[in-house]
T-cell receptor
């Protein structure tokens, strides 16, 4: 069974600085999808960025980018120019390409932005 | 286009009571799932469905029941509520497989006393 591990329960970053959130996963599959979700205090789950495993190029969405290392099974999220609105819980998630393709989530990293 | 609608947003139950958490989506999504979120545990999958009439168990299915009679609706039933079921519950849906991440409802905070 696949697992997703986020080793940093909490992190803090100064406003306007850059922060990287770590995620590792375990799978025997070669083709899959990876996601980062953001959960602000409102509780709403928001899709931040996604990556297809067969694509070597790292995904980028504005200030958010990933460092996808397939061999190391690592999928970190980099937030550049951190803003107060980035304060949230961030979840890393894995989804198989199989028919039975439920999404598996990590336990999350709470990100604090220091003004 | 309402997306994924969960009701109620908050609920308090007494131990032993039963109830149904409602989830509806208007996006014609095939895939629907129920997760529970507990502090330090992330989101854990309770049950999921890959289409009308098809459901399967996730990581923590005990004490919960689901059915999927239509594409739009995926209710979650608590058969006999226990304090251990105090949690925030999320319903999510997805169009097709893979790259389409889930769209989430706004969650239901359930307290069992």
């Amino acid at each position: 069974a696949q697992t997703v591990t986020q080793s940093q329960p909490e992190m803090s970053v100064q406003e306007a600085e850059t922060v990287t959130l770590s995620c590792t996963y375990d799978t025997s599959e070669s083709d899959y999808y990876l996601f980062w979700y953001k959960q602000p205090p409102s509780r709403q789950m928001i899709l931040v960025i996604r990556q297809e495993a067969y694509k070597q190029q790292n995904a980028t969405e504005n200030r958010f980018s990933v460092n996808f290392q397939k061999a190391a099974k690592s999928f970190s999220l980099k937030i550049s120019d951190s803003q107060l609105g980035d304060a949230a819980m961030y979840f890393c998630a894995y989804r198989s390409r199989n028919r039975d393709d439920k999404i598996i989530f990590g336990k999350g990293t709470r990100l604090h932005i220091l003004p | 286009n309402a997306g994924v609608t969960q009701t109620p947003k908050f609920q308090v139950l007494k131990t032993g009571q039963s109830m149904t958490l409602q989830c509806a989506q208007d996006m014609n999504h095939e895939y629907m799932s129920w997760y529970r979120q507990d502090p330090g545990m992330g989101l854990r999958l309770i049950h999921y469905s890959v289409g009308a009439g098809i459901t399967d168990q996730g990581e923590v299915p005990n004490g919960y029941n689901v059915s999927r009679s239509t594409t739009e609706d995926f209710p979650l039933r608590l058969l006999s509520a226990a304090p251990s079921q105090t949690s925030v519950y999320f319903c999510a849906s997805s169009l097709g497989q893979g790259f389409h991440g889930y769209t989430f409802g706004s969650g239901t905070r359930l307290t069992v006393v």
